[in-house]
């Protein structure tokens, strides 16, 4: 009987299996933040295992809050940044060198195929882009990772969702994952693995991946996992390239985790995009999803851009491509946060900074702030946001505000108009 | 152990999340304790109140997908210092479920048809749940009415609820 790719990582991880059906398995990296994790240190303190399991394996970053706001988001920094330095943990991303997890990590190398990955973020899943198992947990499974090196996990089932057809134009990898969970829903794929597969995702950028893979979780998913290829192996290649001979031999060792063809799956599902329209929600759960036309001529108060989701340097291009000689509407504010420096930089190459700021959008930092409604873009009651993120919850990005979900593009033509508007409304 | 029986709450909405259980301008907090008068303060119900509503309330009793969202152990920790240690529902967002066993807390899965039993019949009046942790068994009774409910927690989460959580668990085991 044939493997899923999860099964394939957790017969490489799997260290105990203390009752039938959970598996503790090892893990090659864990990542950390400055929200969920200073409760994990002062625990381990408190305990007297102030420790590591290996400061090489620990990546952290200040994301949420940065810079501080105040005091006590000050105190979170000062505690992650003064345990990294204790520890030895050289991966350590401060204020100036810092950027969104999901999206800095992997820009740095940190997730390959095979890995295992936890951290204390739900949004963890993004990182199976790479043919990674990366799951979000707690604070608790956060501090034992930490302290230990390995995690508790269900055996892995797994869902397929194979995507066929060709992505029509004006669509984004967005609009594909908020199209997917509309279809499953927000519970579709709990204490399961998403496989995501065939030609839309073969075609896919590693950039899309993430995209695609950051919002499993919006369906319940532990994981969301593309197979590694080509694609991978590029993207990868300069922190590989003195592991292996050739771009060739990586991708043949990288094979080792793409899921065997007869593989068992708990569920088969096929969706062909190809009359795919750009998507948007509409309620307080991410799969309250419509075509976004039919949405069209809502008023919104604010636009953002930015996040684990759609954060990255295709996303602005994505974005700047609609902004690019129009100006924001009078009747709203939109502020674009690329999600690392190296973005940030790459967006001031290629003169995407100019065109936000031609059209009077404000730019801001890396940091996840807005996204979860702690700093640098906070709703009042009663106003109305489309937002390139990933939760639309009430409340999630300030008490009392309303979140849409929708891609770069239709965000972007949405600040020229001030209503819900497609690129191609325009 | 952790006391696994009291008053209880029902919470007649699926899909509850973590961002309302504790909103996250309370993330912030490094105490526990800090996120006790806080607990499901963004949770927009007709008949729900939490300014008053979790008054000496030990259990929530609730409908399918609770503690979807965000990873925050927050939301655990809200409920543990509000002595609410027993959250019961059809199902569990995985991450949820996993971090109240790992606070040696529980969150326990019962059938859907069963729970709807039990917000038909107790829903609205002065409820309480006996937990006999060792015979696995919730003895759920509103004035005369009463019924028992066996309910099953794999070997690993019961070691978990044993030890008080998977710290203590891991560094004794690994």
Redesign the interface.
């Known amino acids: 009987m044939g493997k899923t790719t999860a099964q394939k990582i957790f017969d490489t991880h799997r260290?105990?299996s203390?009752?039938?059906?959970?598996d503790?398995i090892n893990l090659d990296a864990v990542f950390c933040h400055e929200?969920?994790t200073?409760?994990a240190i002062?625990?381990l303190m408190e305990?007297k295992?102030d420790r590591v399991f290996d400061p090489s394996k620990i990546k952290a970053v200040i994301d949420?809050?940065t810079p501080a706001k105040?005091s006590?988001?000050a105190?979170?920094g000062k505690?992650l940044r003064e345990w990294a330095d204790r520890q030895g943990i050289e991966d350590f991303f401060d204020v100036g060198r810092n950027g969104v997890c999901h999206a800095i990590f992997p820009e740095k190398g940190f997730a390959r195929p095979g890995y295992t990955i936890i951290m204390?973020?739900?949004h963890?899943c993004t990182h199976g882009a790479f043919g990674a198992f990366a799951a979000?947990?707690?604070?608790?499974?956060l501090?034992?990772g930490i302290?230990?090196g390995?995690c508790?996990f269900?055996s892995p089932e797994t869902i397929r969702i194979n995507l066929t057809g060709k992505m029509p134009k004006g669509t984004f990898p967005k609009d594909i994952i908020l199209h997917v969970i509309g279809n499953i829903g927000?519970?579709g794929a709990?204490?399961h693995v998403i496989e995501f597969t065939g030609p839309v995702i073969d075609e896919m950028s590693m950039e899309g991946r993430m995209t695609v893979c950051n919002m499993a979780i919006e369906a319940?998913a532990?994981c969301g996992i593309c197979y590694p290829d080509m694609t991978t192996v590029e993207y990868l290649w300069p922190f590989i390239k003195n592991e292996f001979n050739s771009k060739e031999d990586a991708l043949a060792a990288y094979k080792a985790f793409v899921a065997d063809e007869d593989a068992v799956y708990a569920k088969d599902i096929e969706l062909d995009i190809s009359s795919l329209k750009p998507q948007v929600t509409y309620g307080y759960?991410p799969d309250l999803v419509k075509s976004a036309e039919k949405m069209s001529g809502e008023k919104v108060n604010q636009v953002y851009i930015g996040s684990c989701t759609n954060g990255r340097i295709e996303d602005l291009r994505e974005a700047a491509a609609v902004l690019k000689g129009r100006k924001v509407a009078d009747s709203l504010r939109v502020i674009v946060s690329p999600a690392t420096p190296d973005i940030y930089k790459q967006a001031l190459r290629e003169g995407l900074v100019e065109i936000f700021m031609e059209a009077g959008c404000c730019l801001t930092n890396p940091t996840c702030g807005a996204c979860?409604?702690?700093s640098n873009g906070v709703l009042a009651d009663g106003e109305i946001c489309v937002s390139t993120t990933n939760?639309n919850?009430?409340?999630?990005m300030g008490?009392g505000g309303m979140v849409h979900l929708a891609s770069p593009a239709t965000a972007a033509a949405t600040a020229v108009t001030g209503t819900i508007t497609t690129a191609d409304q325009l | 152990m952790k006391n696994f029986s009291g008053k209880a709450l029902f919470l007649d909405r699926s899909d509850i999340n973590t961002d309302e259980i504790i909103p996250a301008k309370y993330l912030t907090e490094i105490t526990k304790k800090a996120m006790g008068p806080h607990l499901l303060e963004d949770l927009k119900m007709d008949d729900f109140d939490p300014a008053t509503d979790l008054e000496g309330i030990s259990v929530i009793i609730t409908k399918e997908n609770f503690g979807c969202g965000s990873s925050r152990e927050h939301a655990p920790w809200a409920l543990e210092v509000n002595d609410i240690n027993l959250v019961i529902a059809p199902s569990f967002a995985r991450i949820f479920r996993q971090n109240m066993f790992n606070c040696g807390m529980m969150a326990v899965e019962i059938a859907e048809e069963k729970v709807n039993d039990m917000f038909s019949k107790f829903a609205g009046k002065e409820t309480t749940v006996e937990t006999d942790f060792d015979a696995k068994k919730f003895t759920i009774s509103a004035g005369s009415e009463s019924i028992e409910l066996d309910f099953s927690i794999s070997g690993f989460d019961e070691s978990l609820v044993k030890a008080g959580g998977w710290v203590e668990y891991a560094d004794s085991n690994y």
């Open positions: 260290i105990d203390p009752s039938d059906g959970i503790v929200i969920t200073p409760t002062v625990d305990r295992k949420h809050v105040d006590l988001t105190e979170q505690v204390g973020d739900s963890t979000g947990v707690g604070t608790t499974d501090e034992v302290l230990k390995i508790a269900h927000v519970n709990t204490n319940g532990t759960k979860l409604g702690m939760r919850f009430n409340g999630r008490k």
